[in-house]
């Protein structure tokens, strides 16, 4: 198992809400991967972050925001929620510098059910 | 941007057998191609990676081959266990965005 985990393991809201989910990369890890994983789908890539800066966006909305801080954890934030926002959210860690293509290592997920 | 399909979408084999699965990339920039493993409500787990400077690499049972030219890159699973039962996804990259395929559901059959 990877050193990456992710908090919480599930998580239910309703449309409108808002959420945050955690992240704790590898220790020594500068950068940091958000994925959106539909069921039965690949990972599609939200954004990543390089020593606390946003280093590239995949195709999600603003409403998708991240912060990364310097104890190597960060955070997904998801505003005002919707039924399609349904999905397995995982964060990925990598040691290399920004722009270097490098291994990425997942943590467990959080699932997150909106109603 | 980056477009990754795989096939096939399911794969059922017989322990023992071979198992193969292919994915084909569109963006002749990417330089890096990993493999994972996700088992039923886990992560995804890195089991083979390649870079675009070499064509092959095995690693015991597991080997990853790239066609820069034709923009494909395949993975071998030999001598097949139930334990290789899982989805498995390529994925393809120039920087650290990773484009993920759709997957391929493994079932190794006793």
Not at chain 1, 51 to 62: K, S, Y
Not at chain 1, 70 to 85: C, K, Q
């Amino acid at each position: 198992e990877t050193g990456v985990t992710q908090s919480p393991t599930h998580l239910i809201k309703t449309r409108g809400q808002q959420v945050t989910l955690r992240c704790s990369s590898q220790s020594g890890h500068n950068t940091v991967s958000w994925y959106q994983q539909a069921l039965g789908q690949g990972p599609q890539f939200i954004f990543q972050y390089y020593r606390e800066e946003e280093n590239g966006r995949g195709n999600f909305p603003p409403r998708f925001s991240g912060l990364q801080f310097p104890n190597y954890s960060s955070e997904l934030n998801v505003n005002a929620l919707e039924l399609d926002d349904s999905a397995l959210y995982l964060c990925a860690s990598s040691p290399g510098l920004a722009g270097l293509t490098d291994t990425q290592y997942f943590g467990p997920g959080t699932r997150l059910t909106v109603l | 941007g980056e477009n990754v399909e795989q096939h096939p979408s399911t794969l059922s084999v017989q322990e023992g057998d071979s198992a193969v699965i292919k994915c084909t990339y569109s963006d002749s920039a990417s330089n890096y191609f990993p493999w994972y493993k996700q088992e039923l409500g886990k992560r995804p787990q890195l089991i083979i990676d390649i870079r675009s400077n070499v064509g092959e690499k095995k690693d015991q049972r597991i080997a990853v081959t790239l066609n820069k030219t034709a923009k494909h890159f395949s993975l071998h699973i030999t001598e097949t266990q139930p334990e290789d039962s899982a989805v498995y996804f390529c994925a393809a990259t120039d920087r650290n965005q990773f484009y993920f395929g759709t997957g391929t559901s493994l079932t190794v059959i006793p």
